[in-house]
């Protein structure tokens, strides 16, 4: 104990917690791990009973339908994102790479038929290894190059389309009803889809090495150097699966509008980066994961989809969440800590 | 709850006061000054006073109270009773900045300068105004007015228009009182106070030469107080030296009254005195012996011509910089690298792949490594450095940090796919080592420097490496976790055999933990000299003697 004191006494920090017992100290760790996700619970409960009271169609099954079909896209980019923001990088490319490999996948539907869907992901993830190879071993800063690539693959996107939608034929195929349609009379595939992919994603980070790996770049990436780590092959690792995970954003954005157009993706990126945010992952990286995108997407959607019902203009709604992104950042980030912020 | 001290107290509040303090007039005084944290008494009636000249020894272990004292005096932390007296008023800012104002500096290793500006432009930065007309920055008359003002001070050695990350450290601390002392002129005050924390942690002998031939004309301006590890450096700094030892003072005086085992046993105290006995750590004292006995050839492997082991670590050639390195060493030996110069630690840090290496053979228990940090860890090797901050991920939990050289070796995939299981073995691991800490969960940050020290060298253990390398090992934690560290060291060499090789800034812990010391020299890496312990026993005293006559005999550079 005195060990402890000592050291908390140096650092200058106000040591309360000293000679607190076991409990106590559980406690506060229970707190500290949960404080940040905690506003973002309480907005999820409050937003639909906000809505719900200012119209009431808020909770009919329709418009829960259209929230779960909204937040299954949104969380599958968000979690396409998690794991270079947990590295404390950052993929800026996942919105194009999402209208990419919708337009692919509509592209390959077209020309081979509907099982030529899943060319998204090979193509998603060869998207991703070429962004990941670039950041570890040209050692650019991911901002800049995924920036830059994301306008590559937005060129790509409309030279494959032409600058027109493709649109997706034959819907009625058994395929297309595993991809989209309804479970039961309530609940959409594609919400199946994103929960079974957010547990896989969730399992990869945490209880996997090179989930540990990732989480160590951002908490100390010299650290990790040092002891032996590798590094690269991880930073590589994180934007393939960031490229994945927008492939198959990509084939569920496309069931959903039933046509792919070259800028499908593009007004996701921010949207998923706030999800991120505001499920309590701070862009500083090391800290929170997967399992937190889910609460910070259904604040999200519920926010839109709420303004949207309540006839809120385009103009309005972009302000909301513009603000709601910022207050999120604010809620979250633990800016004592991290002292100088760029 | 503050004993009111005339009619100043009443009137002063915060504000500056602008006395002007003649030589031998106290600056800075504390009247039993106390702070408590909860339960937790840091600083417990403390009086002490500074007089412009003087420089005063801060002495303490880690938790003594000498971080604190600098926290109430800098405005950071408030006194729970007792006054802060400066220049004779009652002294009482509300933050850093008011202190500064008051004409109060901190100098600490994380210095607040630029790197990227030129001495010149990091002097004036608090005082830019003078030097600009609408906004521009005059270069000239800058640069003019800092070459006048240090040779003013008597500091003309330093070119003001050099960049500062061209400067050796000690100097770039010295940039920094430079500054605190111009900044003082500019406002009116004549004798600053300056807090020098650890200045002198990180330094080689010739660069805390250096400081101190630096410092020497800047003495007589300020009061200056400063802290250290290392009690013998006080002694030959200081005018005066008090030492605090949990949280009281506990001895204060003229430097005089000191010397180097007296100090020890103050800054130590009455229960750790043991530790102290015939100047190393009992630990390593006892586990010195079996393990000399348990390998009774040792004797003659020094060159790796021996024929019946192979050599833990062999260097053939390595080129570090412009030097040539070859060494051996066995199993189970305890070798001391020292250089003048940077040379040693860049030994370690070459071997260990963290700096580059393009010429040069690097052998790790009869296999050849190619370079890189990820080879020499896969060849059963391992890497301890005393800059934590570098080796730790200091907001994850315990576990993670104990067990990440686990994950880097490719034995983690058990560990990190079950919590519970990574906390048990992370459990155990601090038990073996009899460690304090709380939940494994809990940031590693949280626990004290020589806690996380003793982390990184148990899970460096952990991996059963044939060689650990040891980057000034003990750098900066107290005499309790420096010999917990020394003896975990001493076990694994005797009973695991493992080889150990050292690079550190205190002599002393090369004659305490070495078995074997090797003297390089720093241009071109031949071995100068070797001594082997306990037969030719090498003091901290000749071996710095060797040292400083290889600094005469080749001056410095920078």
Known sequence: MTDTGGALLESGRPPSALGAGEPLARARRLLREHARTLT???????????????????????????????????????????????????????????????????WGAERFGQGAVFLALPCGLAAGILNGLIVAYLRLPSFLTTLASSFAFAGVALAISGGFPITLQATATTQAHVLDGNLSSALPVSVLWAVGIWLVTIGLLRRTVFGRVVYAIGGNERAAQTVGVWVNRAKVGAFALSGLLCGFAGIIVLYETTAATADVGSTYLLTSIAAVVIGGTPLSGGEGGAGRCLIGTLVLTELVNGMLLLGLGASTQQIVEGAVVIAAAMLTLDRRRIGIVK | MVVAVGETSATDRSSAP??????????????????????????DEVSLSVARGCLLGLAGQNGAGKTTLFNVVCGNVRPSCGEVLLAGRAFRPRSYADARRAGVFRVTQELALFPNLTVAENVV?????????????????????????????????????????????????VVEIVRALFECRESGLEAPLILLDEPTSGLSFAQVDLLRSQLEPLRARAAIVMTSHRGQELLDF???????????????????????????????????????????????????????????????????????????????ALRVGAAEVSLC???????????????????????????????????????????????FVRAGAAFVSGERGDALMLMQPIAWNATLPQVAAGHGAELVASPGRERAWTRELIDSHRMRAPDPRDPVGALSGGTQQRLLIARALALQPSLVLL???????????????????????GRDGVAFLLFSDELEEYTELCDRIVLLDGASGAVLRSWSQPDQEASAASLEAALRSMEVAEPRRG
């Not at chain 2, 005082?127 to 070459?147: K, T």
Request: proline residues 5%; glycine residues 12%.
């Open chain 2, 125 to 173: 930065l608090g005082a830019g105004g003078r030097f600009s007309r609408a906004g521009v920055l005059r270069a000239g008359e800058l640069v003019a007015a800092v070459r006048s003002f240090m040779e003013e001070v008597g500091l003309d050695g330093i070119d003001p228009r050099r960049r500062l990350d061209e400067l050796p450290n000690a100097t770039r601390q």
């Open chain 2, 471 to 493: 980057d000034r090992p003990t750098r900066g934690v107290d005499i309790a976790a420096k010999a917990a560290i020394y003896a975990a060291v001493a076990r694994a060499a």
């Open chain 2, 18 to 43: 602008r006395a002007v303090a003649r030589a031998g007039e106290e600056v800075l005084g504390l009247q039993r000054v106390t702070v408590r944290f909860g339960q937790l008494t840091a600083l």
């Open chain 2, 329 to 375: 060493v066995m199993p189970g030996e305890r070798v001391g690298l020292i250089s003048d110069g940077d040379l040693a630690g860049r030994v370690l840090r070459t071997v260990a792949g963290i700096e580059p290496r393009r010429h040069g053979e690097v052998w790790i228990a009869g296999r050849r490594v190619s370079p890189g940090t990820r080879a």
């Open chain 2, 238 to 316: 200081s005018d005066r030296i008090a030492v605090l030892r949990g949280g009281r003072l506990v001895a204060e005086g003229v430097r005089g009254d000191f010397d180097a085992a007296l100090l020890g046993e103050l800054i130590a105290g009455p229960e750790h005195a043991h530790l102290l006995a015939a100047g190393r750590p009992v630990g390593a004292a006892q586990e010195r012996s079996p393990a000399r006995r348990s390998r009774p050839d040792a004797q003659g492997a020094e060159g790796g011509d021996h024929p019946a082991a192979t050599p833990s670590l062999r260097l053939a």
């Open chain 1, 40 to 106: 973002a619970w309480l907005a999820a409960i409050v937003l639909p009973v906000l809505f719900t009271s200012l119209d009431g169609n808020y909770l009919s099954s329709g418009n829960l339908q259209s929230i779960g079909r909204q937040a299954a896209v949104l969380l599958l980019i968000a979690l396409a994102g998690t794991a270079p923001i947990l590295m404390g990088s950052i993929d800026l490319s996942v919105g194009a790479l999402v209208s990419l490999t919708s337009v692919i996948a509509a």
